[in-house]
């Protein structure tokens, strides 16, 4: 084997590598400390929890700590209603946003998708810009839009559509609001990458056959779009499910979401345990789309 050739194959095997390092040391391995972490007790101490592993005990050390770990945390978390109140309340805000993003995203991806070469650029240009301003000063922003005295309740009472300055603020309204402001670049991307690339003849045929413009989208675009929209629903859905920042700013504190609930646990109540319980319990729950979407769409765009 030639030098290049050896380099060639090298290099190769980093191109691989490297990315599941990555993902060992800053995903897999943290994970399974908040794992651990899970699995032990609320202590008096630093760190907050017990058992701590000793290497400096030898063999007993280690029967110790395999001793005191528990799933007390877990059956805590799958009997207590707070925390499944707040997996519901998280998976329906999520669902109902995603669903609110695909209606108001969709639209824009194929609007962008029509329109000529040199301003489809420009376009996409004026969707992302607002993800150049931090996402907390963009919430604050809805703060101030969404207050009693703020602009929309001014532009409503100028145009006389309420008698009187709406509540918007802690309310699920208001942070549906601030979820699709903050996530509709993640919807209309990936389907606009989609659209974009579709075969222009494929609809010229079907109208040469006599199809009407709604059942061709119907029949035709939508079917061929598909991989862009479980893409864009993916990933909305997900970070959804653990936002933080959106529900705590502009939410109330009557059903707070799974992220709301975790930093209570964390900071508030300093019971690690438990909040690292319910973050696993989190991560399956999150991982469990992902593994529906390869093992049963994946296939089917293959086939398609």
């Known amino acids: 084997m030639t030098a290049a050739r050896r380099n060639g194959s090298i290099l190769q095997r980093l191109v691989w590598r490297i990315p599941f390092a990555w993902l060992f040391a800053f995903f897999l391995l943290p994970f399974l400390i908040v794992v651990k972490i899970s699995l032990s007790q609320t202590a008096i101490a630093q760190p907050p929890y017990a058992p701590v592993f000793d290497l400096a005990a030898g063999w007993h050390g280690v029967v110790a700590f ?11 978390v799958g009997s207590d209603p707070i925390y499944v109140l707040s997996y519901v309340k998280s998976v329906e805000i999520a ?18 998708a029509r329109t000529p070469r040199r301003v489809q650029a420009v376009l996409v240009l004026l969707t992302v810009l607002p993800f150049w301003t931090s996402q907390l ?16 309740n001014d532009v409503l009472m100028a ?9 918007w603020l802690a309310t699920d309204t208001a942070i549906y ?13 990936p389907v606009y990458a989609i659209l974009q690339k579709l075969d222009e003849s494929l609809l010229e045929a079907a109208a040469d056959l006599g199809c009407p413009r709604w059942k061709t989208f119907w029949l035709v675009t939508l079917p061929l779009s598909s991989s862009g929209i479980m893409a864009g629903v993916l990933l909305c859905f997900i970070p959804i499910i653990g936002e933080f920042v959106i529900p705590d700013l502009l939410g109330g504190s009557q059903s707070p979401m799974i992220g709301q609930t975790i930093w209570l646990e964390f900071f508030g109540n300093k019971d690690w345990p438990v909040a690292s319980a319910v973050a696993v319990v989190l991560v399956f729950l999150l991982v469990t789309p992902i593994v529906f979407y390869q093992n049963r769409a994946m296939p089917v765009l293959e086939r398609d």
Request: no cysteine; glycine share 8%; proline share 7%.
């Open 66 to 76: 395999i001793k005191g770990l528990s799933l007390d945390n877990y059956r805590l």
């Open 95 to 112: 669902a109902f946003s995603t669903l609110l993003l695909l209606l108001v995203g969709f639209p824009i991806a194929y609007g962008i």
């Open 137 to 152: 000063i963009r919430v604050y922003a809805w703060m101030n839009i969404l207050q009693r005295d703020g602009p929309l």
């Open 159 to 167: 145009l006389r559509l309420v008698k009187e300055p709406p509540a």
């Open 177 to 189: 609001i601030g979820i699709v402001y903050s996530y509709l670049p993640f919807m209309v991307l």
